[in-house]
């Protein structure tokens, strides 16, 4: 691409064209559930039997924080390991002041090296700022999430009419505008996604938590009129649902779901 390296909207679009899917296959092990030492070998093979039908990989880091060290490094040595062409979210959502901001960039983006991370806007602009100077990454800012508390803050009106929510895409609408090199994108939980509030949202890529486990209906998707690539997410429909079935078969069937109701 003339020297310029691809952004990361553009590789996660390439990906969705390549494999005619938008899944997002999530990476939460629970320790709990989980003998700890058996957790690499489930996650490899979760990993390789999906791949052909993942647009993306979305390891949680709270499931391997809460391993200790021991989970740090399960996710250490697996990052190296995940098939180069899928990109990989990892779900952070850090916000802090910019100085520590700075270390979590450094942390997820030039020693995990992951492509992209979730992050929670609400501390403002500034807090993104250390994450948005990353070219080929990409960042996913808390919008309106798929918890039912999205409602406490998230979806509050402000006075005029507008909703908290759209604040975030404001930001999103600035990154562009300031020309910033890592794709910024947005988090809207399926559970939470009608067309009220799809339609206050800027074309800008989506993930999209809360089918599966969460019980999020796909048809709230149809008919949004967003072009940029979206990714839905599943982590627990995967991993831990309908264990009489293979991690691929529920993958593919989930990608299916996905693309009849995107209808791509
Ligand atoms: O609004 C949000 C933001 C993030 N998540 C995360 O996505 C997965 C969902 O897991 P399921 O097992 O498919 O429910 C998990 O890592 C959440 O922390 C979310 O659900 N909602």
Redesign the pocket.
């Known amino acids: 691409m003339g020297g310029m390296s691809q952004s990361f909207t553009d590789k996660l679009a390439a990906r969705i064209k390549e494999t005619g899917s938008a899944l997002c296959v999530?990476l939460?092990p629970r320790p709990g559930m989980d003998d700890l030492e058996a957790i690499p070998a489930l996650l490899r093979k979760v990993v390789e039997e999906t791949a052909p039908y993942a647009a993306a990989f979305?390891p949680?880091i709270?499931?391997f924080e809460a391993m200790g060290l021991r989970g740090l490094e399960i996710l250490e040595d697996l990052l190296p390991d995940m098939p180069k062409d899928v990109p990989v979210v990892l779900?952070a959502?850090r916000g802090d002041i910019g100085e520590t901001q700075k270390y979590y960039a450094h942390a997820y983006f030039e020693r995990l090296g992951v492509d992209a991370v979730?992050l929670s806007p609400f501390m403002g602009y500034d807090t993104l700022e250390p994450f948005l100077n990353y070219e080929g990454k990409g960042v996913y800012l808390?919008a309106?999430?798929?918890?039912p508390g999205?409602a406490d803050v998230e979806r509050q009106e402000l006075a005029g009419g507008r909703r908290v929510f759209e604040l975030v895409g404001d930001m999103v609408l600035r990154s562009v505008r300031e020309g910033c090199k890592t794709s910024v994108g947005m988090?809207?939980?399926l559970?939470n996604a009608d067309s009220s509030i799809l339609e206050r949202i800027p074309d800008a890529p989506l993930?999209i938590?809360?089918?599966?486990?969460?019980g999020g209906d796909l048809s709230c998707l149809s008919g949004s009129g967003h072009v940029a690539p979206p990714l839905i997410?599943?982590?627990?429909?995967?991993?831990?649902q309908n264990p009489e079935l293979g991690f691929a078969e529920k993958a593919a069937g989930f990608a299916q779901r996905i693309r009849e109701a995107l209808n791509y």
Not at 144 to 147: A, C, E
Not at 209 to 214: E, H, I
């Open positions: 999530g939460d979305k949680n709270a499931y779900d959502k979730t808390l309106v999430t798929s918890n999205s988090v809207v939980g559970t993930l938590p809360g089918l599966g486990a969460q997410n599943v982590s627990r429909g995967i991993m831990y």
